[in-house]
């Protein structure tokens, strides 16, 4: 199982970052998915969840109404639109996929390497 991250970068604050996350080796479709940040000197935080189907979806109160979490099941792809980014957003996003839609700083099944987002003030 391969979960491969992108769409990382520098950005001014207020800018936008899209993150991708491309799944193989398993059903996507089986899975939900979720995306995970970790900043320099502190511990991993969870930011967004959404179930297999994509109808539910779960935010952290710290990004809630300005990034948005999707996937598309037929590309074995998800997704995090990040808008009006903060320079406390900067951090290493990480993807996650389970079995079970899970919410919180929890274990996922699979992993996938980190993603550098930077945000400058």
């Known amino acids: 199982v391969q979960l491969q991250a992108c769409g990382g970068g520098l950005v001014q604050a207020g800018g936008s970052l899209r993150l991708s996350c491309a799944a193989s080796?398993?059903?996507?479709?089986?899975?939900?998915m979720g995306w995970f940040r970790q900043a320099p000197g502190k511990e991993r935080e969870f930011v967004s969840a959404?179930?297999?189907?994509?109808?539910?979806?779960y935010y952290a109160d710290s990004v809630r109404g300005r990034f948005t979490i999707s996937r598309d099941n037929a590309k074995s792809t998800g997704y995090l639109q990040m808008n009006s980014l903060k320079p406390e957003d900067t951090a290493v996003y990480y993807c996650a996929a389970d079995k079970g839609f899970k919410t919180g700083n929890v274990i996922y099944d699979y992993w996938g390497q980190g993603t550098q987002v930077t945000v400058s003030s």
């Open positions: 080796g398993l059903t996507f479709s089986n899975y939900a």
């Open positions: 959404i179930s297999r189907t994509g109808i539910t979806t």
